[in-house]
């Protein structure tokens, strides 16, 4: 594994000068923020050696290089998902090469299931902690003290000082966001009502199939994590009958949320100090 991750690094010098310090992994409807980025060097995944190749619908497999606001920054275009087939080593490879490429911060965004009566349909929710119910763990297996150590602090996944600099973002731009923990699992099947309940009974207020695995890796690498949601369905709630949920309608629900979520991730990656 760490001549895979040194190899593909080593690729991505030889094809990209001056490499950022920080990285966005860009989830279901909402790459649109490629748009406001001014891209210097795209790379699909396909090309990359050693790197695994989105199959899901809405994720397009770019790695993208350039500048958002005043700050550089590398974008994963899609991810990989453990649903896909994919085992925890190839879903959390990007974020080991990022580390290997001197990545320090990395933002992630993904859509999820609400089960916070608070919540609406389109709300942009800041992820303060997860749960994690994947059936295989990121750093199961040897240890690479390269990597980082066998047991890493799991108490601050989700880096304080981001979120308080996100939430005056969101207060300046007159932005409604929630706070809530997020439930990562399997899938792809989406929740039953009664998971829904009781996801939301062990303490979760969102539910996906992402970004646990990657946060899991990142700071075990050392890096500092921000991480946001949107509410793109909701269920288990007391009192409303749970709606039938596909997948167009998450992304289009992500969608008409991404000017929200796109203003704060550029205001937050332009006011935070590397």
């Known amino acids: 594994m760490l001549e895979k991750i040194k190899e593909t690094a080593g690729f991505i010098r030889s094809k990209v000068n001056n490499i950022p310090k920080t990285a966005i992994i860009l989830g279901t409807g909402l790459g649109e923020l490629v748009n406001h980025i001014d891209i210097t060097d795209v790379l699909e995944y396909k090309n990359i050696p050693n790197f695994p190749v989105s199959t899901v ?52 965004s993904n859509a999820a299931g609400g089960m916070n009566p608070e919540f609406k349909i389109g709300d ?34 989700y880096s304080h000082r981001l979120i308080n600099d996100a939430l005056k973002v969101a207060k300046e731009k ?30 979760g207020d969102a539910v996906g199939m992402s970004t646990v695995p990657e946060v899991i890796v990142a700071n075990h690498s050392g890096m500092e994590v921000f991480a946001i949601s949107v509410i793109t369905d909701l269920g ?39």
Request: hydrophobic share 35%; net charge neutral; no cysteine.
């Open 174 to 203: 007159n932005i409604k966001v929630q706070q809530g923990v997020y439930i990562g699992t399997q899938g792809p099947t989406f929740e039953t009502p009664a998971e829904y309940r009781y996801f939301h009974r062990i303490g």
């Open 57 to 108: 619908e809405g994720h397009s497999g770019k790695l993208i290089f350039g500048k958002l606001g005043n700050k550089r920054v590398m974008a994963m275009q899609g991810r990989f998902h453990f649903y896909e087939g994919y085992n925890m080593q190839q879903v959390t490879f990007p974020v080991r090469v990022m580390k290997e490429l001197g990545i320090t911060t990395l933002f992630v």
């Open 124 to 157: 942009i929710m800041i992820i303060t902690d997860h749960i994690n119910l994947f059936p295989e763990h990121p750093l199961r297996g040897k240890n690479y003290d390269e990597l980082g150590p066998r047991f890493p602090d799991m108490s601050e996944a």
């Open 236 to 274: 288990g709630i007391e009192g409303m009958e749970q709606e039938k949920v596909s997948h167009e309608e998450v992304q289009k629900a992500a969608a008409a949320a991404q000017p929200k979520m796109t203003e704060i991730m550029k205001g937050l990656i332009n006011e935070f100090k590397e």
